[in-house]
């Protein structure tokens, strides 16, 4: 048996979002910017996605980017939000991904900003007593904090943060590539600044994503050379990702309360089994449903002899997952997430993120090739 247990890396395209792209692929093929009808009608094509995407999150069409992926939509706001606002404070977690982590971190070695983490406790979840101290000490913020985490599955509470940013007038962005697509985000009412996607990671296509920018707020380009994106980022748009894009979350939106209960009966399922089958199994991060994306299961196994060789074994199986280690020294190339929360540096760690697609049998596959391994390598 094979089995794909890292949705949270990249998801399968949807058979009817790769109908679509073939379908644009085969018949057009204009650049959007020529203003012959060959190009008009790519246009009306990239408009018309958009204002699909941009209905699905109660937003205004005007407020939605396209761009290669989540790296440079979140690359984009954190760039040139803090820079072209002048603000010389920034607050963030140690949790965050390295698309945002390592932003931040080379903006404060040039010197452009002072980075502040906030507190997170041993599950990932974010102190929002330290966050508010950290906006109350500071004239001015900004503050990113993504929506789930993409190794644990902890939940931000977007409203919270927002309100507190507002109440501290500090600019809000939310790396919100993980559920996108898995909840639903109504920009009417979330007071943040940007938020961001990228298609793959909810059945799309690979290469494409958006970054939703609040009317709000001005910035200017990241990347210059044209007047694609209203002026917003140069470069032909990639035409079939867009598409794709719209698509996948036009069936996110269509089949969500379904995925969901289905998902998370299959992650709930595989914590049972683990708890029932594997001596000593633990789990990092949220696990409750209310507090937990549901598409995220990260297992903590006993210690081992080779524990760096169970994601090997695993893949041996015909079982992809992916994880790791707390590093245990500053020369390790572990998990910054899992270190961050203070997990035991010698206890294996696996992350199984589910979709659609998975069934119970491939569970009950994995599990049972987990309590072999764990039995011989004890």
Do not use: W
């Amino acid at each position: 048996m094979r089995v794909y247990f890292d949705n949270a890396a990249t998801t399968a395209l949807d058979p009817e979002v790769l109908k679509e792209m073939y379908k644009v692929m085969e018949n057009q093929f204009g650049n959007p910017s020529s203003i012959h009808a060959h190009g008009r009608e790519v246009r009306t094509l990239i408009e018309k996605s958009r204002k699909t995407i941009a209905n699905l999150l109660h937003t205004s069409p005007a407020e939605i980017f396209f761009t290669s992926g989540g790296t440079e939509a979140d690359n984009t706001a954190i760039r040139c939000g803090i820079i072209d606002h002048k603000l010389t404070h920034a607050i963030t977690t140690k949790l965050e991904h390295h698309a945002v982590l390592h932003t931040l971190q080379a903006m404060e070695k040039s010197g452009v900003i002072k980075l502040s983490f906030v507190d997170v406790d041993d599950k990932g979840s974010v102190d929002y007593g330290h966050l508010e101290k950290l906006l109350q000490s500071n004239e001015r913020s900004f503050v990113s904090l993504m929506h789930a985490n993409n190794e644990l599955g902890t939940l931000t509470d977007l409203e919270r943060v927002g309100d507190l940013c507002e109440a501290h007038n500090a600019m809000f962005h939310s790396d919100t590539v993980q559920t996108v697509g898995h909840y639903k985000h109504d920009l009417s009412k979330l007071k943040l600044q940007f938020m961001v996607c990228a298609a793959h990671k909810l059945h799309g296509p690979k290469g494409v994503g958006f970054l939703h920018i609040n009317h709000k707020v001005k910035i200017n380009p990241m990347i210059y050379g044209g007047s694609q994106e209203r002026n917003m980022r140069g470069g032909t748009e990639n035409v079939y990702g867009i598409a794709g894009l719209a698509k996948a979350l036009e069936i996110a939106y269509a089949e969500m309360d379904s995925h969901q209960a289905y998902i998370q009966d299959l992650k709930s399922y595989m914590k049972a089994r683990l708890e029932q089958e594997v001596a000593g199994v633990k789990f990092n991060g949220e696990t409750d449903p209310a507090k937990s994306l549901y598409t995220v299961l990260n297992a903590s196994f006993p210690e081992m002899e080779m524990a760096d060789m169970l994601l090997f074994n695993l893949d041996i199986a015909g079982i992809s997952a992916s994880g790791g280690s707390a590093c245990s020294s500053g020369t390790d190339i572990g998990s910054h997430v899992l270190t961050a929360i203070g997990a035991n540096p010698d206890r294996p760690s696996v992350r199984f993120s589910f979709s659609k697609n998975n069934t119970k049998d491939e569970v009950d596959y994995t599990v049972a090739k987990l309590r072999e391994l764990c039995l011989v390598s004890a």
